[in-house]
């Protein structure tokens, strides 16, 4: 069954340091996300991506924050300076259709030090 | 700003007890609520997506139902196994504006089955 992708499962990083999460979504799907789980919260929305470019974005994401799709299978999370805060469980998404079916990786637990 | 909220918090039943817990959601401009079963260290994974108001679902011993106009789903889980246990997000899409399908998610019930 296919199925989302996420590497590293466990990033430990110091703060102010960039970080890169990677993600391998199900090939047919056309629309991409970042969620993200801060202990103890619920899950949040970060951003979706669609065509090749952010289709909308939530207020978390910010400039320190980008996202990219390098080529045809890859989806990828850049962090570029990390704080405390930033420390969650980010999950990728993928859905083949808008409001679809959304699909979810195994998440990436970052821990900024 | 949309809310969506699920209780119990944490739900401890003995093997074999049938159980069940709740969503609400916004019922403005609603378009889909999924329901997704969590254990740690997996991939949450999809139980059910839906949509109509009315709308019954099931899977194995769990369902599902829902109530647009209210703004309120249930998941039911007949006769409890231990492997049942782990966390189920339920989640809502809602149209409107230029919303490319973002999801808002419930905190989540932690359902714990002891043998």
């Known amino acids: ?113 | 700003i949309l809310n969506v909220e699920q209780s119990p918090q944490s739900l401890h039943v003995q093997e074999g007890d049938s159980t069940n817990f709740t969503c609400s959601f916004p019922s403005s401009n609603f378009y889909a609520l999924h329901w997704y079963r969590w254990e740690t260290a997996k991939s949450p994974e999809a139980l059910f997506v839906m949509t109509l108001n009315g709308d019954e679902k099931k899977k194995g011993r769990i369902s599902a139902t829902l109530n647009t106009k209210e703004g309120y789903s249930y998941l039911y889980i007949k006769g409890s196994q231990p492997e049942d246990s782990a966390t189920y997000l339920c989640a809502s899409y809602n149209a409107g504006g230029t919303s490319y399908g973002k999801l808002t998610f419930g905190q989540g019930t932690i359902l714990t089955v002891h043998p």
Request: charged share 20%; glycine share 6%.
């Open chain 1, 1 to 113: 069954e296919p199925e989302v992708t996420q590497t590293p499962s466990h990033q430990v990083t110091q703060m102010g340091q960039e970080v890169i999460l990677r993600c391998v979504p199900i090939s047919n799907h056309l629309y991409f996300y970042w969620y993200r789980q801060i202990l103890g919260q619920k899950v949040e929305f970060l951003v979706s991506f669609y065509n090749n470019e952010i289709s909308e974005k939530s207020e978390i994401f910010d400039d320190q924050f980008s996202v990219e799709r390098p080529d045809g299978s890859n989806f990828t999370l850049k962090i570029r300076s990390t704080k405390l805060e930033d420390s969650a469980m980010y999950f990728c998404a993928s859905s083949e259709v808008v409001r679809g079916q959304a699909f979810f990786g195994q998440g990436t637990r970052l821990t900024v030090v």
